[in-house]
């Protein structure tokens, strides 16, 4: 599965959602919310609210690619990223809760892959004039946290236990920003970028390595967070077709 412009990306994520939908798979979750975004993003490069569109087109499959190949490879019992692979299997697992499962994803994708992708497409040069659009990609997909969180509590009634915890950010509550991914994803890819071609593998590995930790914050969150956390679970919908469903309808 490989992707050259937005379009491609938005078949390639029909596919993988119908896929997992038949499959009554939780890994459908994230590719849901994800095929979201991607149609707010295509909407804005048409709105003409990024910087350089057809750049931006093209960055969007490069990034997306990233998660394509991490998915292919999970699927055909390969191993991937640290980063993804912890995902996948705690999605699999059924020991996390569906927000948990959002976050782990955009907590990969993001933490990594959008630092990497960054990093390597574009030269140290050319980063300053990447940044708004960067950063216009970053809000895109922190504007749809609200509507997933909305659509999930059809799903889990219990969710707002969390925020009584953790506040009314439910994605802080869990230790996870998208701003802050955001900033340090902005970091890694001038990192990525700066650093000489022979060495790089080793920063990207390294950059793997923290990710993974952050995912094992997401999907084991200290008390008292743990405690409900365990108790909205108990309480959530095993629908999965239904929760795709919603996640696939939010824009």
């Known amino acids: 599965m490989q992707a050259k412009d937005i379009e491609d990306v938005l078949d390639i994520l029909a596919t993988i959602v119908a896929d997992t939908k038949r499959r009554r798979d939780p890994l459908g979750y994230f590719a849901a919310l994800y095929r979201q975004v991607t149609l707010r993003v295509r ?5 003409g609210i990024f910087e350089d569109g057809p750049r931006m087109s093209r960055f969007d499959a490069k990034f997306a690619n990233a998660y394509f190949a991490a998915y292919d490879r999970f ?19 059924d020991q996390t809760i569906i927000l948990q499962d959002l976050l782990l994803g955009i907590n990969a994708h993001i933490n990594l892959d959008l630092g990497v992708v960054t990093g390597s497409e574009f030269k140290p040069a050319a980063l300053p004039g990447f940044r708004t659009d960067f950063d216009e990609i970053n809000e895109v997909l922190a504007s749809l946290i609200p509507l997933a969180r909305k659509a999930v509590e059809e799903f889990s009634p219990k969710l707002a236990e969390l925020t009584a915890v953790g506040g009314p950010d439910v994605a802080l509550a869990l230790n ?35 990710t993974k930790l952050l995912g094992r ?33 939010l824009v």
Do not use: C, K, M, Y
Request: proline share 5%; no cysteine; charged share 25%.
């Open 43 to 47: 909407d804005g490069i048409e709105l």
């Open 75 to 93: 699927q055909r019992r390969q191993r991937t990223s640290r980063s993804w692979q912890f995902a996948f299997e705690q999605a699999r697992a």
């Open 176 to 210: 996870f920003s998208v701003d802050i991914a955001r900033d340090e994803a902005w970091r890694a890819g001038t990192l990525v970028s700066n650093v000489p071609g022979a060495i790089r593998p080793l920063v990207i590995d390294g950059l793997d390595n923290r």
């Open 217 to 249: 914050v997401i999907a084991n969150p200290p008390e008292p967070i743990g405690t409900v956390v365990r108790r909205i679970r108990r309480a959530e919908s095993t629908d999965v077709v239904g929760i795709i469903t919603a996640l696939d309808s």
